[in-house]
């Protein structure tokens, strides 16, 4: 599967962004998708992550409440909607996907297929 997210921007601080991940070449319901982000000198991290055959969602806690996951099957794509949006939020946010079982999907190893990123700047 091959994916392709968009949506990033700079952005004030408290502001909102809506990224998206369009995933083409494989059987959409077949995957667990996952939003992770990287920002200069640190590691990639997990972020958001969504069943697509079941619709369920898992968050990092640095994102609960303010970030939400959703999916569209008919279009093969994931959103990540962002909200209050903080300095600390700026990144690259890359999606990715994987199609087995796991019971942790918060692992950035568990992913067999990533998009190229999208960069998010935030401004305080």
């Known amino acids: 599967v091959q994916l392709q997210a968009s949506g990033g921007g700079l952005v004030q601080a408290g502001g909102s962004l809506r990224l998206s991940c369009v995933a083409s070449g494989g059987t959409f319901t077949r995957y667990y998708m996952g939003w992770f982000r990287q920002a200069p000198g640190k590691e990639r991290e997990f972020v958001a992550g969504?069943?697509?055959?079941?619709?369920?969602?898992v968050y990092a806690d640095s994102v609960k409440g303010r970030f939400t996951i959703s999916k569209v099957n008919a279009k093969n794509t994931v959103y990540l909607q962002m909200n209050g949006l903080k300095p600390e939020d700026a990144a690259v946010y890359l999606c990715?996907?994987?199609?087995?079982?796991?019971?942790?999907?918060?692992?950035?190893?568990?992913?067999?297929?990533w998009g190229q990123g999208t960069q998010v700047t935030v401004s305080s």
């Open positions: 969504i069943s697509v055959s079941y619709g369920s969602t």
């Open positions: 990715a996907a994987h199609d087995r079982y796991y019971t942790e999907n918060r692992r950035v190893g568990n992913y067999d297929y």
